[in-house]
């Protein structure tokens, strides 16, 4: 894998001619301990140590709300509706890189969602290695802690004004040289880059499974019984917080609005999160999951389980998201597994 060292004063005129052909966003504090993936501008203060991003990227290729149809009910004729615009996500950590990677296999797998597949082309992905690890998080031990695709460029900090950029596409690499001739990475920078990624794993292993993470699908089928569900379940408000920040959710409910002749309207999806009451419910009112424990346990199930069957990954990077979004503080990956497992310790 190629690799090169860019320097800080090199990033202006990069982000300026980028910005031009692209919409840029860049990690930036909102306020103190908040931080998000923002529009770049000239003169913004890039969150070079952010911890974790308070809105995962998944929204930049599956946004909230989506039109997927124009209809005219005057003519029959109907007309799909693909916007993709072309965009950098500069700064995303591995573990939100891992997620989009995810996506990538549950929508592109058995009918390929074309608005999705669409942004995600036009989206060039920029990875940026943690420099601080947010207390909530425990990518390092769910296998998030790095990945091996899914991105265009792979950057580093390994001094106060120097990085190193792993090469992940040429559409990336064909970037990173639109300022002139790239440098290439030196030994001693490749080895800076090996021990900054060292000594944030170092920090992110603080927060830990106590097992492989592989053996969470046969824990879970061995705790559908378990009175944990029910404990934590009553404290839940079904307000759906976690669904909404979590990287990997991808469920959507179609809703269609027409004018008020009723002559054209339009086919949409916004997010839906199977933590709503109302989620699992059909026609003639029936509801699949009507008890908080059923919705609380599903999630679980389906982060640990039911994703893991599909493609062999967990369905939770340990972004910790979840954990500070749970008005209720029980929507804590981490320690439901834990306490499962000490649960059933004594089986394995």
């Known amino acids: 894998m190629t690799t090169y060292t860019v320097y800080k004063e090199q990033l202006p005129g990069l982000f300026e001619k980028w910005s031009k052909l692209y919409a840029l966003h860049v990690p930036a504090k909102l306020r103190e301990g908040f931080y998000d993936l ?99 998080a425990f990518w390092a031990s769910v296998g998030a802690a790095s990945v091996a695709h899914g991105y265009d460029l792979y950057w580093t900090k390994i001094g106060p004004a120097a990085f190193t950029v792993e090469v992940g596409s040429v559409r990336g690499e064909e970037l990173l040289g639109m300022n002139g001739a790239l440098l290439a990475s030196t030994a001693g920078d490749k080895e800076g880059a090996r021990r900054a990624k060292a000594r944030v794993l170092a920090k992110a292993r603080k927060n830990a499974l106590r097992y492989n993470w592989e053996e969470t699908p046969r824990l879970l089928a061995k705790c559908w019984d378990s009175p944990l569900w029910r404990r934590y379940s009553q404290m839940c408000l079904a307000c759906g917080s976690c669904n909404l920040v979590c990287p990997t959710c991808y469920c959507f409910d179609i809703r269609e609005e027409t004018d008020d002749k009723l002559e054209t309207g339009v086919r949409s999806r916004e997010w839906d999160g199977c933590m709503l009451e109302g989620f699992a419910k059909v026609a003639g009112n029936h509801n699949f999951r009507p008890k908080a424990q059923d919705r609380y346990r599903h999630r679980y199930f389906r982060k640990g389980k039911y994703i893991y069957d599909k493609i062999g990954e967990l369905g939770c990077v340990g972004c910790g998201r979840c954990v500070r979004a749970c008005t209720a503080g029980i929507a804590n990956p981490l320690k439901v597994f834990n306490e499962l497992w000490e649960e059933t310790a004594h089986e394995y």
């Open 38 to 136: 923002v529009p770049w501008k000239k003169d913004l203060e890039i969150a070079w140590d952010y911890d974790v991003a308070y809105n995962s990227a998944k929204r930049f290729v599956m946004p909230p709300h989506e039109a997927l149809i124009t209809y005219d009910r005057r003519t029959c004729e109907a007309q799909p509706v693909f916007e993709a615009p072309k965009q950098i996500l500069f700064g995303v950590h591995p573990y939100d890189v891992k997620a989009l990677n995810q996506l990538d296999q549950l929508m592109e797998g058995g009918s390929p969602d074309q608005n999705y597949i669409r942004r995600r082309e036009a989206t060039v992905v920029m990875a940026f290695e943690p420099l601080t690890v947010s207390p909530a």
